[in-house]
């Protein structure tokens, strides 16, 4: 048995989409909606044969900061980060060196992305640093 995707709702499809994109190498599917349900997203795939759905609907709450004062739906959230709680905690990306984290963490931070922890070697043995994508859910980016 295998994964077929992983899904994550977002407020902002398109940004998220390019974001994907350009710093994990993701390649998106054709736009896919749904106007009864008010209902648009993209399949993202990866050379790993790894696919994220970017979903987005209208009545979907967002609230990185835990409550709704924090987004108005048109506000940059990117200095807010999901707080910790039961579920879904981060997605990782392998970059296959430890020279590879530390380049893309670089240009990463370089772009304005928040960068939350490392690169460092961590506790289990993983080199790695840590960031939030632009709607603060954390990304491992790993050796």
């Known amino acids: 048995m295998t994964i077929s995707h992983?899904?994550?709702w977002?407020?902002?499809?398109?940004?998220?989409?390019?974001?994907?994109?350009t710093w994990f190498g993701a390649r998106s599917g054709?736009?896919?909606?749904?106007?009864?349900?008010?209902?648009?997203?993209y399949f993202l795939s990866f050379d790993s044969g790894i696919r994220i759905e970017l979903m987005k609907k209208?009545?979907?709450?967002?609230?990185p900061c835990g409550d709704e004062s924090c987004f108005s739906g048109a506000e940059d959230c990117s200095r807010?980060?999901?707080?910790e709680r039961v579920g879904y905690a981060h997605l990782a990306f392998s970059t296959g060196s430890?020279?590879?984290v530390d380049d893309?963490?670089?240009?990463?931070?370089?772009?304005?992305t928040p960068i939350l922890s490392g690169p460092r070697r961590t506790g289990d043995g993983y080199y790695e640093s840590?960031?939030?994508?632009?709607?603060?859910?954390?990304?491992?980016?790993t050796a």
């Open 98 to 100: 430890e020279a590879a």
């Open 130 to 141: 840590v960031i939030a994508d632009p709607e603060g859910n954390l990304v491992e980016i």
């Open 104 to 112: 893309l963490t670089k240009r990463l931070a370089a772009a304005g």
């Open 6 to 8: 992983i899904a994550v």
């Open 58 to 63: 209208d009545g979907v709450a967002f609230s």
């Open 10 to 21: 977002v407020a902002n499809l398109e940004e998220m989409r390019l974001f994907y994109e």
């Open 30 to 41: 054709a736009k896919y909606e749904n106007s009864k349900k008010r209902f648009e997203s």
């Open 80 to 83: 807010f980060v999901a707080p």
